[in-house]
């Protein structure tokens, strides 16, 4: 199994920028689809981005697509989500998640493993 931690969370003002990284111990993402959800305080956990491995292709919410960009380094350790234009209905905790690979990847009951998550606030 994979061990997952966030970082890179903070306090941004809107229209800035910021890069999440989820770092992988136990193994490598390489098998497994990667995922970024968010939660806001009394919402629901919602999906943000997705990389599938069987086709190699990278999917993102309406709301953040054109903005944010989900991406791994090449060792397969590291998962990254490029956060620009923030906006303050961005700010949420943050979450990284793997999965077995399949079709499916917005249902965040599927993901298998989480990391702890990681703030971020956007101030307007």
């Known amino acids: 199994q994979v061990q997952l931690v966030e970082s890179g969370g903070g306090l941004m003002q809107a229209g800035g920028s910021l890069r999440l990284s989820c770092a992988a111990s136990g193994r490598t993402f390489s098998t497994y689809d990667m995922g970024w959800f968010r939660q806001a305080p009394g919402k629901e956990r919602e999906f943000v981005a997705a990389?599938?491995?069987?086709?190699?292709?990278?999917h993102y919410a309406d709301s953040v697509k054109g903005r944010y960009t989900i991406s791994e380094d090449n060792a397969k350790t590291t998962l990254y989500l490029q956060m620009n234009s923030l906006k303050p209905e961005d700010t949420a905790v943050y979450y990284c998640?793997?999965?077995?690979?399949?079709?499916?990847?917005?249902?965040?009951?599927?993901?298998?493993?989480w990391g702890q998550g990681t703030q971020l606030t956007v101030s307007s």
């Open positions: 998640a793997a999965k077995e690979r399949s079709v499916n990847y917005r249902d965040y009951s599927i993901y298998t493993y």
């Open positions: 990389f599938r491995r069987l086709t190699g292709t990278t």
